[in-house]
T-cell receptor
Framework: DSGVTQTPKHLITATGQRVTLRCSPRSGDLSVYWYQQSLDQGLQFLIQYYNGEERAKGNILERFSAQQFPDLHSELNLSSLELGDSALYFC????????????FGPGTRLTVL | AQTVTQSQPEMSVQEAETVTLSCTYDTSESDYYLFWYKQPPSRQMILVIRQEAYKQQNATENRFSVNFQKAAKSFSLKISDSQLGDAAMYFCAYRSGDAGGTSYGKLTFGQGTILTVHP
């Protein structure tokens, strides 16, 4: 157990819908990262937050957005869902963005039908 | 942009034998970190081993060791005395060491290698 929690574990929804994925970092970690793992694209970095501020953006679609709240949990919002958004979404955390090691959560499996 | 390539989609090994997984990367940076992550069927991402580019000595963690060839931009993982529990997808990953860069902190992953361990 890495100490990073993600909810829900599984999510099944329809095209066009909007979902919110939640991540709680390890106690004391200020940095949160979101990654998408799909068969087509592999593991891709989406976005990073540090202490509530967005720090880096990767291949995140405009339909996707995220934020980190004052209690340091983070949410990834996916809207106007398409079949191709079906993937495993990981959250990772570290004390700071310069830390060498990141701890991954168990992931949220999103299925868009 | 940095890229990471794992040219072996699948590998297999007999229990107790040794296997080496390959990884190459492309970067113009001199300061960076390399990692191997294991993803078992549970899908949890587990850090196996990491290597700092400025260190010449290859990293070792119990049965896991790396062969880091900086000039060749190669970073292979050797698993000795393979065990059934080593069966998983293995990902090679790169992280920039440039603290001022916007990509600092993010991991760039290879496509992964599925390792099967035969009893």
């Amino acid at each position: 157990d890495s100490g990073v929690t993600q909810t829900p574990k599984h999510l099944i929804t329809a095209t066009g819908q909007r979902v919110t994925l939640r991540c709680s970092p390890r106690s004391g970690d200020l940095s949160v990262y979101w990654y998408q793992q799909s068969l087509d694209q592999g593991l891709q970095f989406l976005i990073q937050y540090y202490n509530g501020e967005e720090r880096a953006k990767g291949n995140i679609l405009e339909r996707f957005s995220a934020q980190q709240f004052p209690d340091l949990h983070s949410e990834l919002n996916l809207s106007s869902l398409e079949l191709g958004d079906s993937a495993l979404y990981f959250c990772a955390s570290s004390v700071a963005f310069w830390d060498r090691e990141k701890f991954f959560g168990p992931g949220t499996r999103l299925t868009v039908l | 942009a940095q890229t990471v390539t794992q040219s072996q989609p699948e590998m297999s090994v007999q229990e107790a034998e040794t296997v080496t997984l390959s990884c190459t990367y492309d970067t113009s940076e001199s300061d960076y970190y390399l990692f191997w992550y294991k993803q078992p069927p549970s899908r949890q991402m587990i850090l196996v081993i990491r290597q700092e580019a400025y260190k010449q000595q290859n990293a070792t963690e119990n049965r896991f060791s790396v062969n880091f060839q900086k000039a060749a931009k190669s970073f292979s993982l050797k698993i000795s005395d393979s065990q059934l529990g080593d069966a998983a997808m293995y990902f090679c990953a790169y992280r920039s060491g440039d603290a001022g860069g916007t990509s600092y902190g993010k991991l760039t992953f290879g496509q992964g290698t599925i390792l099967t361990v035969h009893p």
